[in-house]
Structure formats: C-alpha cells, structure tokens
C-alpha cells in the first residue's frame, strides 16, 4: 500500500444542465479526520454527505472543501417587469416634470419602484434537486480522488526521507556498538584506573570494596540492552515503511521508542565517545519524528 501525506491539494469541475460546479479540497496535518466545509447558500442539505465521503476517505488530516455554483444565463430565473404599470408611472412622472418643474425620473429609480421589477424565487422540483446534487457529489469524488493522489506523491517522498534517517540511526547503532570503549579490555583498565586514583588519594579505602562497586557501575552502564533494542525497532520501522497504509500514528510511537533508548545510552555511557553517538543519534531521531508527524 501506498503511504499517504496529511497535506495535498486538489481542485474539480463539472458541469450539469447549465450549471458550473467546482470543488477545492486541501488538507493539513490532523491528529485526526476534521472537516471544515465552505458551501453556497441553499446547499446546506450537502454537509452531511459531504462530510461521509472526506471520512471514508482519509483517517488524519484536518481537510477543508469549498464549493462554488455558478448557474449559466440559460438557467437562471428571467426578472419581470410590470410595463403597464411602468409605463402609467412614467406618464406621471412626466406630469410632474411639466406641471410642477419635478426633477426627471430615471430608468433606476423608475425600477426600483414596487411592482415595477420582480426577481422571482427559482422553483427547483425534487427530480432537479436531486440530480444537480449527485452532479455535486460526483464532482466532490474526483476531487477527493486527486486529493489522495496528492497525498500518495508527498507520501512516497516522505518515505524515502524517512528511510534515509532510519539508515542513519542505524549506523549510529552500529558505531556505538562497535565502539572501542566498548571492549572488555577497555572496560577493566577504565576500571583499574580510576580504583588506583581513589586509593592513591585516600588510601584507607578498602580495594575489595572499590573494585565490587566498581563492576556493580560497569555492569549498570552497559548499552547493550538499548542496543538490540534500537535494532528492533529499526527493523519495525523499516517493515511499517514497507507495508504502507496508514501508518502514522505507529511511526511516531517508534520515534517516541527511539528517543527513549537514545536517551538512556547518552545517560548511561561512561566514554565520550559514546555520549557524542548517542547526541547525534538524538538529533537524528528528531529529525525522524518530526517527518512522521506529516504521514497518515
């Protein structure tokens, strides 16, 4: 399956029986599916469907949808005018101009007189109504279409990104892994080393004493717990990535496990070098965390 971004754009247009219909559909990242809808008067009716088809679509994503009717010259209802009653108010105002020295009437205010000029409501039957709607839902489908589309383009891009930084926590892993500091000749000399400076500083210290203590900290500084289990989660990482869908949510709880472990190696290492892995593994796993919260 294809992974899906939470942002993309799309815009659709039909045409039905003299009427012009678009859709613009856009989304945004979402912790959930939010709709917000922006219709023309008198399609209210469409919010409830409109709202079922964006959720059958999509599982995240705060995703916006605006609709624009234009109804061409053919369909719309023609303005009627009184011309018996316009033509003996115009005869009136004439007299009053010749009689009484009135200011000429105009042809607007003329119009704007009551019972000159109607605009009569449009009479939609239910067969219209129901037909100009299933052009509108229709329209929405191809746009919703071109939207997942959209989302899919970003989302593969997303996918490459996020393995890039899914290779790099790896071989950070490795790094530390592998990291000399890490070698038991190392560990015991690190050890025997700092025995020596506390008995030469103190020397009623009893050795036994500081040498048990000094393996009960090896022991409790070891990573090779954090190791493995930063493997494993690069391996689930990896197969999320590889399965597609909608994934999101267990990419980010991974991201959360990454930070975690790479916490605990910084504060259990007890060698430079590793502290300096475990920072730039840290930088990484923000990096990672902070595309994840773009997918579906």
Request: negative net charge; aromatic residues 4%; contains cysteine.
């Amino acid at each position: 399956m294809n992974l899906q971004s939470m942002t993309g754009f799309a815009r659709t247009a039909a045409e039905h029986d003299g009427t012009a219909i678009a859709w613009e559909v856009k989304s945004v990242n979402g912790k959930s599916v939010e709709v917000r809808l922006r219709l023309p008067q008198g399609f209210d009716r469409l919010e409830q469907p409109v709202r079922q088809a964006v959720q059958k679509r999509f599982t995240r994503g705060n995703v916006q949808a605006t609709l624009t009717v234009s109804r061409s010259s053919a369909g719309m209802v023609q303005p009627v005018i009184n011309e018996v009653f316009l033509k003996d108010v115009a005869n009136l105002a004439n007299r009053l101009v010749e009689q009484y020295g009135a200011a000429p009437a105009t042809a607007d205010g003329l119009l704007a007189l009551r019972g000159v000029f109607d605009m009569p409501e449009a009479v939609e039957t239910e067969e219209q109504r129901a037909a100009i709607d299933a052009a509108i839902m229709n329209c929405l489908e191809a746009g919703l279409a071109g939207l997942v589309e959209a989302r899919q383009d970003e989302g593969e891009a997303l996918r490459s990104l996020l393995l890039g930084h899914i290779a790099a926590i790896e071989a950070l892993t490795l790094k530390a892994e592998a990291d000399p500091s890490r070698e038991p000749g190392q560990i015991r000399q690190r050890i025997a080393e700092q025995v020596q400076l506390l008995l030469d500083a103190a020397p009623a210290l009893d050795e036994a004493r500081l040498n048990m203590e000094a393996a009960f900290l090896a022991t409790k500084a070891d990573i090779r717990e954090e190791i493995d289990r930063l493997k494993t989660h690069v391996a689930s990482a990896r197969a999320l990535l590889a399965g597609g869908g909608a994934v999101g949510r267990k990419l980010d709880f991974l991201a959360q496990e990454f930070n975690r472990e790479s916490n605990t190696l910084c504060s259990k290492s007890n060698a430079a070098a590793v502290t300096a892995i475990g920072l730039e593994l840290k930088a990484v796993v923000d990096q990672f965390r902070e595309q994840v919260q773009n997918l579906e």
